[in-house]
Nanobody
Framework: QVHMVESGGGLVQAGGSLRLSCAASAGTFSIYNMGWFRQAPGKEREFVAAIFWSGSLTYYADAMKGRFTNSKDNDKNTLYLQMDRMQTGDTAVYYC?????????????????WGPGTQVTVSS
């Protein structure tokens, strides 16, 4: 297993940008496909994006396509999520985790273990 710790969250205005980082605290980060999820207040955790172990392939939830960019630096054991043209609906706690299921999955149960998350708040 690989254990991750998210950072980079904060307050941003609608239309602005933010970059999240997710650093491996234990485990062999480079061999894992990875994913980002988010959880808004009162809602279930939802899929955001995923990236292949090498960083060569990605896929996104429809609402994030064209606005979010997922990248992976295996030398730094760090995952990144660049978020542009942010919307108030992007307000949530963001999490990253290793993918334990098949490539292409968006199911929460196919990812883990979960870190503490980082809060992102988008103001109007």
């Amino acid at each position: 297993q690989v254990h991750m710790v998210e950072s980079g969250g904060g307050l941003v205005q609608a239309g602005g940008s933010l970059r999240l980082s997710c650093a491996a605290s234990a485990g062999t980060f480079s061999i894992y496909n990875m994913g980002w999820f988010r959880q808004a207040p009162g809602k279930e955790r939802e899929f955001v994006a995923a990236i292949f172990w090498s960083g060569s392939l990605t896929y996104y939830a429809d609402a994030m396509k064209g606005r979010f960019t997922n990248s992976k630096d295996n030398d730094k054991n760090t995952l990144y999520l660049q978020m542009d043209r942010m919307q108030t609906g992007d307000t949530a706690v963001y999490y990253c985790a290793a993918m334990n299921g098949r490539w292409g999955t968006q199911f929460e149960a196919d990812f883990g273990p979960w870190g503490p998350g980082t809060q992102v708040t988008v103001s109007s």
